[in-house]
């Protein structure tokens, strides 16, 4: 949003606030990917503060031809998006949300999956916020996603919500 504002001061400052909230968390290793690592430690904690177990798949190398920024804003915004509506499934033995990252034929791969409540709202194919100022998030996965060439999906299947993302390798 800051960005599509043309608001750089704004991008800087929500860059620094991040960076520090990640960081003061205890880094888990996950895959090869120190930047990947942060994020989940970050989540996997916020997560289960709130009783949603999270099921991780990575395979993924020490670096990536992706920029680490872009990264963190794209499973930044799908994270958070799995862990608000997971919070709301009154089941506890439903909370959980799936995460694969995996590098394959040239393709940087990346899929969340959980559960939820309700109804979602689909328009061409992307998920919109019923509540004002919210679903930047799905906005900024497709800007990001297309700075790529790739592609993102949003299904779903009975109570279980998917994002799927695909960024192929220059």
Known sequence: AFAEEGNLEKI????RVSEESILSYTTKSFCDNNVVNLLLSHFVELAENKGIEFDIK???P???????????GLLSNALENAINATS???DTT??????????????????????????????????????ENH???????????????GQVSYTIDGSIFRARIMLPFE
């Open 94 to 131: 439903q909370k959980v949300i799936a995460v694969s990252i995996l590098v394959k034929q040239h393709n940087l791969l990346i899929s969340i999956e959980n559960p939820y409540i309700g109804s979602i709202k689909m328009t061409d194919g992307i998920p919109i916020s019923k509540r």
């Open 62 to 72: 020490e670096t990536i031809p992706f920029d680490d920024f872009n990264i963190c």
């Open 58 to 60: 990575t395979q993924l």
């Open 12 to 15: 800087k400052e929500y860059q």
């Open 88 to 90: 709301k499934v009154p």
């Open 135 to 149: 679903g930047f998030g799905t906005k900024s996965i497709a800007s990001i996603v297309s700075s790529y060439n």
